[in-house]
């Protein structure tokens, strides 16, 4: 688990622990980096580093987690403005995250996927809290249809990266569309 502190100096310990670790990895595997390696590279100590991140994986969960306060910044504003389709909603989605191919690949090599469905999940649920009105259900009912959307837009996510890495964004969603049909759920905060 990571754990920075919300101040200047945790923060730029932490930039300096992620720009480090993305350096590496642009001529090591992920599986053979070592703390060593990436305190030397960010050049900061092994306390600094251990203050801040447990473990090598808690760098991919904390970039992870800030794409999910950007998805936020990018897309809720958009929600904000205009009424959004079905389609627009998997556009944007997949958009944003098609964009992070080698940090998704990364989560999934180091078998954090599960990490990032729930994440998605907790984004999902927290972030987007005008939905179970708009699709006129209860808390059970809002329970059972984040769930099921959040797995199924993670795994198709997962799919594009892993088996189609040149779909974009628009002919995901026209699939996902096609297998499971457009509900023309509008969506505006």
Request: glycine fraction near 2%; proline fraction near 2%; include cysteine.
């Given at each position: 688990?990571?754990?920075?502190?919300?101040?200047?100096?945790?923060?730029?310990?932490?930039?300096?622990?992620?720009?480090?670790?993305?350096?590496l990895l642009s001529n090591t595997k992920y599986e053979e980096l070592t703390i060593t390696a990436i305190v030397q590279?960010?050049g900061v100590g092994r306390t600094t580093f251990y203050r801040n991140f447990d473990e090598k994986a808690d760098i991919?969960?904390?970039?992870?987690?800030?794409?999910?306060?950007?998805?936020?910044?990018?897309?809720?504003?958009?929600?904000?403005?205009?009424?959004?389709?079905?389609?627009?909603?998997?556009?944007?989605?997949?958009?944003?995250?098609?964009?992070?191919?080698?940090?998704?690949?990364?989560?999934?090599?180091?078998?954090?996927?599960?990490?990032?469905?729930?994440?998605?999940?907790?984004?999902?649920?927290?972030?987007?809290?005008?939905?179970?009105?708009?699709?006129?259900?209860?808390?059970?009912?809002?329970?059972?249809?984040?769930?099921?959307?959040?797995?199924?837009?993670?795994?198709?996510?997962?799919?594009?990266?892993?088996?189609?890495?040149?779909?974009?964004?628009?002919?995901?969603?026209?699939?996902?569309?096609?297998?499971?049909?457009?509900?023309?759920?509008?969506?505006?905060?």
């Amino acid at each position: 688990m990571y754990h920075i502190k919300d101040d200047k100096r945790s923060i730029q310990s932490a930039d300096l622990i992620v720009a480090g670790f993305d350096r590496l990895l642009s001529n090591t595997k992920y599986e053979e980096l070592t703390i060593t390696a990436i305190v030397q590279e960010a050049g900061v100590g092994r306390t600094t580093f251990y203050r801040n991140f447990d473990e090598k994986a808690d760098i991919l969960l904390y970039q992870m987690n800030m794409n999910f306060a950007k998805t936020y910044e990018n897309i809720i504003p958009i929600f904000e403005k205009q009424v959004i389709t079905e389609r627009v909603f998997l556009e944007l989605f997949f958009s944003f995250w098609l964009t992070k191919k080698d940090l998704l690949n990364l989560i999934i090599e180091a078998n954090l996927f599960n990490n990032f469905q729930h994440e998605f999940l907790k984004f999902f649920k927290t972030k987007l809290t005008f939905l179970p009105d708009l699709i006129h259900t209860d808390q059970r009912g809002w329970d059972y249809f984040a769930e099921i959307r959040c797995a199924m837009l993670s795994t198709a996510l997962k799919v594009a990266v892993l088996s189609y890495p040149v779909d974009n964004a628009k002919e995901i969603a026209e699939m996902l569309i096609k297998l499971f049909g457009n509900k023309q759920l509008l969506i505006k905060t």
